[in-house]
């Protein structure tokens, strides 16, 4: 990464890989230790991709090349498939029989430590995760606050496999754990 970026990481790869595996559409995370290079996907002992997915901004013909070259697909997303931040980023709510678990917050830079958070709470029973609102977090945090909007944080939130349904606060203050009741199941509240 410091090669690459001419910086160190940020987060240690212990971190980066806990995160990225605590992620719902993650099915394994490999870490590569040797030099990369941009343009080809680095060889890994026991794994065979068949396609290479990239941003439409670095799409190019060296990875398309590569690609060819060994029978790979090479798939472009564009910016517009992107857009928005689906419902869907979070496991719709079961009757598994579980206790229901709230926990409430600002997750507006969500990291590791909230990851570590949801895995410990999630065992007490279905975890639903109220992040505050757009507003509420201004309130409580001043100016520049959130860094992101309270429906790209319930997705990122949502988007952690330990998380049954992330939801937005309509509450204001510090316990602010008044969900929209209609998006969830009355007896939640239980």
Known sequence: MQKLAGQPPKFPLAERTYF?????????????????????????????????????????????????????????????????????????????????????????????????????????????LIVGHDANIRLLKGEGHPLLTQDERRYVAGSIKYVTQALISSGDGWLDADPEIKKIKPDITR
Do not use: M, Q
């Open 20 to 128: 990225l595996n605590a992620v719902r559409y993650v099915s394994r995370v490999i870490p590569v230790k040797s030099p990369v290079n941009p343009d080809e996907l680095p060889t890994v002992e026991n794994f065979h991709p068949d396609v290479w997915v990239d941003l439409e901004s670095p799409s190019n013909k060296a990875r398309r090349a590569f690609c060819e070259e060994r029978g790979l697909t090479y798939h472009i997303v564009r910016g517009e498939e992107l857009r928005g931040f689906p419902e869907s980023a979070s496991v719709s709510p079961t009757n598994s029989g579980r206790k229901k678990v709230i926990v409430t917050g600002c997750y507006d830079w969500f990291h590791s430590g909230h990851v570590r958070f949801c895995e410990e709470v999630s065992t007490y029973g279905d975890l639903y």
